[in-house]
């Protein structure tokens, strides 16, 4: 019927590749010795326009608390500010631009991710992995 999975077991520091398991996640990203490899990350975050854009950077600060609790570390925080967007979120037609660079494990970029979107002034997330060139 269906492919046998044996069940999760944690890679030894020899075997790291980026072979996806068949529970779905890269075997890169798995734990070694009970804690996550820090990776790099760029979260962009779209705010109400109706803020203050000098109350962005200290608002989403309270945020990055979730990261550096984690053991990771935010390199950088650039708000972009005000921008026009390319279609209507939410009836606003314009929205506060935030760039976060952070290094950090998956779980707390979930979690970061997470707590952004219940916030009610946040209108959209997107959190990516760039390439190393």
């Known amino acids: 019927m269906g ?3 044996p069940p999760r077991a944690y890679p030894a520091a020899s075997r790291r590749t980026t072979q ?3 529970h779905g996640t890269t075997v890169a990203d798995q734990p070694i010795g009970g804690e996550y490899v820090l990776r790099h990350y760029e979260v ?3 705010l109400d326009p109706s803020l203050e854009e000098r109350t962005v950077a200290p608002s989403l600060d309270t945020y990055l608390n979730v990261i550096r ?7 950088k925080l650039d708000v972009w500010g005000r921008r026009r967007l390319s279609f209507e979120i939410n009836k606003k037609a314009e929205g ?3 760039v976060i660079d952070l290094q950090a494990s998956p779980e707390a970029v979930a979690e970061l ?3 952004l979107r219940l916030n009610e002034s946040v209108l959209r997330t997107k ?3 760039p390439e190393v060139r």
């Open 96 to 98: 506060i631009y935030a």
């Open 20 to 22: 996806t398991s068949c």
């Open 44 to 46: 962009m975050v779209i």
């Open 69 to 75: 609790t984690s053991g990771g570390s935010v390199e």
């Open 3 to 5: 492919e046998f999975c």
């Open 127 to 129: 959190v990516i992995r």
């Open 113 to 115: 991710d997470r707590q």
